[in-house]
Every structure is written in C-alpha cells, then in structure tokens.
C-alpha cells in the first residue's frame, strides 16, 4: 500500500502508540466535522497532545485525511486475518465480507464519512484519488477471490468475471452506504442490508 509522503510505515506506525491515537482522534474529528472544519487544536485536545505532536505526524490536511481512511480501513478489514475466518464455509466467508463492509458501527460509518471528505479534495489533489485506487483495488480483489473461490467449489453459479462480480457489488455496496452513512432517513441501514444481500443472492446464484 502506498502511502503519502511523511513519517509514516506500517510496522511503524501499529507500534507508535502516539499515532495510533492520533489516527483515532483525527477520524473521529474529520467524520464528526468535514476536514474543511477541522483543526490541528480539535484533533490535539481529543488525543490528549499538543498541536505541535499532530504537526509532527501529519505534514497536511490532505495527509490526515488518507491516513486517517487507511486506518478505519485496516482497523474495520481487522477480522479477515481471524484464523476463524479461514474457518468458515466460502458462503458464510462472503456473507461476512459483505455485512463488515456495510456502515454497521461508528467505525465502518467514520469511514464512509471520511471517504466522502476525500472526494470533496481529489480535483485539487489528485494524489488522493491514486492512494485510494490502490486501497480499493484491494478490497475488490479480495472479494473477487471469494467469488472464484465460490465457483470452483460448485457454491456459486455463475459464468461471468469474478472481478466484474465483485465491482457490481462493491458500487451497489458504497451506493447504498454512503447515504445511510450520512444519516439519510430514505437509506436505513435494515434497507442497505436488504438491497445489497439480495443482489449478492441473485448475482452469485445461489443453489
């Protein structure tokens, strides 16, 4: 995963107690206000630093902003090195793919929102839009492999591009997210639930 330029490393970054919390302050603050509202002080007073620490880690807003995505991303994508994923049947691994993707807690919600917060500055710095591809790409291929794997074992039916199947779902996935996410009263999240399992069903055939 490419990540902005900056101090940052993964190995680094999971052992740097500091950052992790200013990771978990600035999504907080960036879901809670948009990134154009938010402050070095509010992320600061929330993590219990000075401004000069956020300063340190965080060379940009635009910087906060992807790294304060890729960490509700890894953090929420936690449960798939689970050993009792690798566990389950390739239906019930799909299945709980698809749930932990939808906005059912705060954390896969601050996601979405923060998501929303980066598009709102791709135009302007398109180095955004790159780092999210790459963490997107990701996310499809895993779930297109889910699929293959599916099809080879006889559970699903289908002909068509696994990689394709999973795109169909991904969108259907983030279409339906996005406005329950932002608290969208035509968009609950028993809907979203409903809309995207019964297009997986009918997309995957289920026996």
């Given at each position: ?9 993964s190995?680094?970054e999971?052992?740097d107690?500091?950052l992790i919390?200013l990771?978990q ?5 960036v879901?809670?206000l948009?990134?154009?509202?938010t402050r070095?002080e509010?992320i600061?007073?929330i993590a ?14 635009e ?5 304060s ?7 929420s994508?936690?449960w798939i090195?689970?050993p009792t994923?690798e566990?389950?049947g390739?239906?019930?691994?799909l299945?709980?793919f698809?749930?932990r ?18 598009w709102t500055?791709v135009?302007c710095?398109?180095e955004?839009?790159r ?11 895993q ?11 006889g ?13 169909q779902?991904v969108?259907?996935?983030d279409?339906?997210?996005i406005p329950?996410?932002?608290g ?6 028993d809907?979203?639930r ?12 289920l026996?």
């Amino acid at each position: 995963m490419t990540r902005p330029e900056g101090r940052e490393g993964s190995a680094q970054e999971v052992a740097d107690t500091s950052l992790i919390h200013l990771l978990q302050a600035a999504c907080e603050t960036v879901s809670r206000l948009g990134v154009a509202a938010t402050r070095i002080e509010d992320i600061a007073r929330i993590a219990k630093v000075s401004p000069a620490t956020v300063h340190y880690y965080f060379h940009s807003k635009e910087d906060l902003l992807l790294r304060s995505l890729l960490w509700a991303n890894s953090e929420s994508a936690k449960w798939i090195t689970d050993p009792t994923f690798e566990q389950m049947g390739v239906l019930e691994r799909l299945c709980a793919f698809v749930q932990r993707s939808l906005p059912m807690d705060r954390l896969r919600i601050n996601e979405y929102l923060i998501e929303v917060e980066l598009w709102t500055q791709v135009r302007c710095h398109p180095e955004l839009l790159r780092s999210w591809e790459e963490y997107n790409e990701r996310w499809i291929g895993q779930l297109a492999e889910l699929v293959a794997e599916g099809v080879r074992q006889g559970v699903f039916r289908t002909d068509d591009d696994p990689d394709i199947i999973a795109r169909q779902i991904v969108c259907i996935s983030d279409g339906a997210s996005i406005p329950c996410a932002m608290g969208a009263e035509s968009m609950p999240i028993d809907r979203v639930r409903t809309l995207v399992f019964d297009f997986v069903e009918n997309r995957v055939a289920l026996p």
